[in-house]
């Protein structure tokens, strides 16, 4: 099934980590650039976002990801990653992430849990399927009222 030893798929996982923070942190895109955050990913990657996220949908292959960064940037002024637990070490992996971010379009801040799936084959991730535990307000969060 796959070819990866859990501690290889832990180690990709957790460069790609580390290598998303950094991204954030010097700003985003127009700030810093995808190309750390590439080889981390196969070219025929594919992460499903809930489609009632700002971010929704299925983004493909490097380019889809390049563009889901550019869409969690312009939602997410700030996305914290304060704890993760590794629920499952082996593929695909389970990741439990406690997020502190901040809404750019409305400055609300949350914290909420996301679980992740991921799967890496080859020393590469393949396939992101993350769940969100309310949609819903973060969709809210995101969203400026006009009432």
């Not at 460069?15 to 995808?34: D, I, N, R, T, V």
């Amino acid at each position: 099934m796959t070819t990866s030893s859990t501690t290889d798929a832990e180690v990709v996982l957790k460069g790609m980590y580390a290598a998303e923070a950094e991204y954030l942190a010097a700003g985003g895109p127009g700030k810093a650039s995808f190309a750390p955050l590439a080889p981390f990913f196969a070219r025929h990657v594919v992460l499903r976002q809930a489609d009632s996220l700002p971010y929704g949908g299925d983004w493909r292959g490097h380019a889809g990801m390049e563009r889901f960064f550019v869409a969690m940037s312009e939602a997410w002024e700030s996305f914290d990653m304060v704890e993760q637990t590794f629920l499952s070490r082996r593929n695909p992996l389970v990741v439990l992430t406690r997020v502190r971010a901040t809404a750019r379009a409305t400055g609300r801040e949350l914290e909420f849990p996301i679980l992740q799936t991921i799967t890496v084959e080859h020393g590469r991730i393949i396939e992101v399927l993350p769940f969100y535990w309310d949609t819903a307000a973060i969709a809210a969060a995101c969203t400026e009222s006009t009432v």
